[in-house]
């Protein structure tokens, strides 16, 4: 029995857009599904308990930053990341590849692997395919991602192609060492803007029959149009059986047409980066809570959330807290903001089950103003 199953629910007759339940060892969660971000093994300011809370069934670590600090050798000592964090959902793990290019000052890549310098102490590291599925298996992530590379955008087609190869040669060698039966490794599409090298990707992903599929390289700074393109001709051709994640996505308008092109699971730091510039997410945009308008706004943040800020404080308190540097504001508004990303992805998986799916995505996008990035 593989560790990661996934159990389609409803497909949704007009769009790409399902319902469904993923199972893994540390319990099943409903997709579609948004994981908050705890990169360095905590979900910034919030707890496992007020995670649980707020029905979060899946979070998400970085291999990368474990790796740096503090090691994946006392996590393992510790008995997991599950152990070392107290929380006994079930966990994803990026696989290391993306932040190094992102954070690490980038020495070298070879087939090898990755050669780079610590953003923390600029000692000089490694990372291969061997050494994150090592990390990985230390760490006993219930998901495990393969170790590729993120193509930046642009990106010359020379370079798409060889990058895309090597990561599908990558992806081989992550397969071989990830022994671990508590665990599921996930392939993660590349390929960059050009449809050809996708399909490529997906082809030869698909050959190795991973448990679940990754999109990665979107999200990148493409234009919104060319990663809809993109995803739209990636999705239609991975397997209807396996859970979809698309990585580093994203805002809400992001999210529900990821749905509609058949994405299950998602993730970004959006939320919780956000909320500590102040900012709250609502069903109609967002609010910077530092404006004068919350001044003498005695209501909370949005009417008819049942997350702990809302229950319990007002707008005009919660940017007196923003305005004078407490960081119980910061907590709220990521509590807040975590929640409703939780019950929006519950609101749109009703509707795929309901069949009106078309018309929730009509609505929302009609109500969104989309605000600044
Ligand atoms: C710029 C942001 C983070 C928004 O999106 C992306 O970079 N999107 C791509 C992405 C995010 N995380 C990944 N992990 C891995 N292994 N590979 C990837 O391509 C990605
Ligand atoms: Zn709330």
Known sequence: MPAITYELIKQDPATGARAGIIHTPHG???TPIFMPVGTQASVKGVSPEELHDMGAGIILSN?????LRPGSDLVREAGGLHKFMNWDGAILTDSGGFQVFSLGDLRKITEEGVT??????GSKKFLSPEVSMKVQMDLGSDIVM???ECIPYPADYDYAKASTARTTRWAQRCKEV??????GLFGIVQGGMYKDLRTRSVNELVEMD???????GLSVGEPKELMYEMLDHTVEQLPKDKPRYLMGVGTPDCLVEGVMHGIDMFDCVFPTRVA???TAMTWNGRLVMKNAEFTSDFRPLEEGCDCYACRNFSRAYIRHLVRANEIFGLRLLSLHNLRFLQRFMHEMRQSIIEERFGEFRRNFLDNYNYGAK
Do not use: E, K
């Open 28 to 30: 099943s969660f409903p």
């Open 63 to 67: 291999t990368y930053h474990l790796f």
């Open 116 to 121: 780079f310098r610590s953003h923390i102490d």
């Open 146 to 148: 393969a170790f590729d």
């Open 178 to 183: 990830m022994t671990s039966p508590h665990q």
């Open 210 to 216: 991973f448990p679940g599929y990754a999109v990665g």
């Open 276 to 278: 500590r510039n102040g």
